[in-house]
């Protein structure tokens, strides 16, 4: 089978190359960033597919649940032995939604209670991951 | 007395206020006065990994320009700044590092901060609390210990900023041993678990509460299971999503043993005999009085 890159499936993955400062044409697909990864139960992607998505170009990749439920804990970053820092690539991925001024989350939907016990680092580093 | 730069960051004066209260009492105790710059700022929380973003790096650094005048003004006696929460200290040193690295954004950085009185030189060292016992050498604490925490099992748990990224982290990344020596150092007992350096679930609390509560029920289970006690954490987002959270783990386990979780700093104001004022226990959830009471560390 021939796999094709379109003139779009380049723009993307160079956009994300860019943006990352990471070279995803390094990884074979061993999967050792997503055997570590703490939130794989509550991806429909696993990242090591997120990265296959783009090396392909595939824009798809934006739509994954997958980048917003990332912690960034980077232990796909030390795991990976290829050197990808794959977290980076999460975060351009995130970042090529968010720069539309989209937000995934909204504090409004949060009672006061919550976020009043919540501690400051939770919701700014929510909102900063998170929102536009 | 050594007089050190110390960046608090928000939390430490809310939620984690027994973290900076049972710190600064302990450093006292080790012969370290904790100086805070004026007007310090939030750090961002996280770092910022675009390639492309300046903006985000201004926070961090303008802190670390703080502590330069703070060294400039002879009211501390080096250029090392200390923090206490692993997302403080991985914010910072890791925006020292992009304006040490990378000269163009260290030109765009100096050029939106150029309201300051003084440049920024990239000098300023970042280090966590644990780095700075480390430096000063187990000894130092063990001497200071006046009641040891003898028979306390007690979990490292160091999650993921404190360690990772490799090169920004405190300590061997896969093998960490430096919670470990400090329970030695104070006489208590380390219990190594498997998921001693997985993530909490950090700000993920926010919209997605019961994900991070099921990860903390796997977290002190498997503490549990290897034998502790009680769990020590060195951030106050790990703090929360394993302290607090335990009553959201309750409502969605029907077997849970809770277990008390504290910061390392709130064990050594227990060693050294600082007294409640210092260890502070009554800010943690749930509440490790009743453990500590059992061991005979707590008068009742």
């Not at chain 1, 990471?22 to 090591?48: H, I, K, R, W």
């Not at chain 1, 980048?67 to 975060?91: H, K, L, Q, S, Y």
């Not at chain 1, 970042?95 to 989350?105: A, E, G, T």
Request: hydrophobic letters at 35%; proline letters at 4%; one cysteine or more.
């Amino acid at each position: 089978m021939v796999l094709r890159m379109e003139p779009g499936n380049k723009q993307f993955k160079d956009r994300v190359t860019e943006l990352s400062g990471e070279n995803v044409d390094l990884c074979f697909q061993c999967g050792a960033c997503s055997s570590g990864c703490p939130m794989t139960q509550e991806m429909d992607y696993l990242p090591s597919k997120i990265i296959r998505m783009v090396q392909l170009g595939l824009e798809e990749a934006l739509e994954s649940n997958t980048i917003w439920v990332c912690t960034t804990c980077f232990n796909c970053e030390v795991r990976c032995p290829r050197g990808i820092d794959i977290a980076n690539v999460m975060e351009a991925l995130r970042q090529l939604v968010l720069r539309n001024k989209y937000d995934r989350v909204n504090l409004d939907e949060l009672s006061s209670e919550e976020l009043r016990e919540l501690p400051q680092i939770a919701i700014v580093s929510n909102q900063r991951k998170l929102t536009a | 007395m050594t007089r050190l730069a110390y960046y608090p960051g928000c939390t430490l004066k809310t939620n984690a206020k027994n973290f900076e209260d049972s710190t600064i009492a302990t450093a006292e105790k080790l012969g370290i006065e904790l100086v805070e710059p004026e007007r310090w700022n939030c750090c961002g929380t996280v770092h910022s990994l675009s390639t492309d973003d300046v903006m985000h790096h201004l926070a961090p650094i303008r802190n670390l320009l703080r502590v330069e005048e703070l060294n400039n003004a002879g009211e501390v006696d080096s250029k090392q700044v200390v923090t206490l929460c692993a997302m403080c200290y991985n914010t910072l040193k890791r925006s020292n590092a992009v304006f040490n690295e990378d000269s163009d954004r260290k030109k765009k950085i100096r050029d939106n901060m150029y309201k300051e009185e003084i440049q920024y030189s990239g000098n300023v060292e970042v280090l966590h609390y644990l780095e700075i016992l480390r430096e000063n050498g187990w000894d130092k604490v063990k001497e200071a210990v006046v009641k040891p925490l003898k028979g306390l099992k007690v979990a490292p748990y160091y999650g993921c900023l404190l360690l990772r990224p490799r090169g920004i982290g405190i300590d061997d990344t896969d093998n960490p041993t430096v919670m470990e020596d400090l329970l030695e150092a104070l006489g208590a007992e380390a219990v190594g678990f498997a998921y001693s350096q997985k993530c909490c679930g950090s700000y993920n609390t926010v919209h997605m509460k019961e994900v991070v509560a099921d990860l903390a029920y796997k977290i002190l289970k498997q503490a549990k299971e290897a034998g502790a006690e009680l769990l020590i954490t060195a951030c106050p987002l790990c703090e929360y999503n394993l302290g607090p959270i335990q009553s959201e783990v309750e409502k969605r386990h029907r077997v849970f043993d809770s277990m008390p979780v504290v910061y390392f700093t709130q064990l050594m104001a227990l060693a050294f005999g600082l007294g409640e004022e210092a260890a502070a226990f009554s800010g943690n959830e749930p509440d490790p009085r009743p453990l500590l009471r059992e061991k005979g560390l707590l008068e009742e």
